[in-house]
């Protein structure tokens, strides 16, 4: 079966369709067979991001290693049985339309509490949850005191993530391996990046996740989605000379590949 990647945040701006390209583009290019699907079916950021990669390399004559993208099904309601959800059927047929000739899905998930993305953590063999290094994103998490140091008791995400668990744990399936990444970050060290990191390590072993490095917060990011290109690209688009900011952002790649530790995956680029 292949290998479920979701990434999952109930909270937008962190990233998350940023990680979700880079991560399957990455995969592509390291051989593997890889789909996605994108969940947020009003925005569809992760759908226009490998749309736009479609159209940029038709006009460029170029051929990049990219995902197999699929939007969901619409489902026939009169088919549905009392007590079906249509959102879980659309998600299982989009599942099942890429699972024969993938090694990996990637569901890239909306920034908000939805029937579907609920569905997709409960699939997840692994959870990628990119957070922005900030308190208020930490609060999707653990409630935390004035102090900004006592963890109060685990928060809305992680009791979602719990109840997936739960969900794989009675169907005999394998533990979720939920991985936060600290995304977006700022070069500065600063005491609130410090007791970030401090809070997150307790937390880790609180509520069972691992910490890894995402992406520090870089324009190249903005720069790259209207073409649809990723980190990898650059060099097949003819950028010869990459600047320190792009060596090191492909540096902050190759280190969240191998934090990920996917099976059978070895990070080669």
């Not at 990434?7 to 940023?18: C, F, I, P, Q, R």
């Not at 996605?36 to 950021?45: A, E, F, G, H, I």
């Not at 970050?185 to 997150?200: F, I, R």
Request: charged share 25%; proline share 4%; aromatic share 4%.
């Amino acid at each position: 079966m292949a290998h479920i990647i979701v990434v999952g945040n109930e909270k937008g701006g962190a990233g998350k369709s940023t990680v979700s390209m880079h991560v399957a583009t990455a995969l592509a290019r390291m051989g593997h067979k890889i789909g996605t699907l994108d969940l947020d079916l009003r925005q569809k950021s992760l759908g226009r991001y490998v749309e736009n990669r479609r159209r940029y390399c038709e006009r460029a004559g170029l051929s990049l290693p990219s995902p197999a993208h699929v939007e969901l099904p619409e489902i026939d309601m009169a088919s549905l049985q009392p007590g079906e959800n249509a959102s879980d059927h659309r998600l299982s047929a989009a599942v099942a339309q890429l699972e024969d000739d993938s090694d990996f899905i990637l569901i890239d998930c909306p920034g908000s509490h939805t029937r579907l993305s609920q569905v997709a953590h409960s699939l997840a063999d692994t959870l990628v949850t990119p957070l922005n290094d900030s308190f208020i994103d930490f609060d999707l998490l653990a409630k935390i005191d004035n102090d900004g140091e006592t963890i109060l008791g685990p928060s809305v995400y992680s009791e979602m993530v719990w109840s997936a668990r739960q969900l794989r744990a009675q169907a005999g399936l394998d533990p979720i391996d939920w991985v936060v990444l600290r995304n977006r970050l700022g070069a500065q060290q600063m005491v609130n990046k410090q007791k970030m990191e401090s809070a997150l390590s307790r937390l880790s072993e609180r509520i069972g996740f691992r910490a890894a490095p995402g992406f520090n917060e870089r324009v190249i990011f903005r720069e790259l989605f209207p073409r649809g290109l990723t980190l990898l690209d650059l060099r097949d688009i003819g950028v010869s000379n990459l600047n320190i900011s792009n060596v090191a952002a492909r540096q902050e790649l190759r280190d969240m590949m191998r934090a990920l530790d996917l099976p059978g995956v070895e990070v080669d680029f």
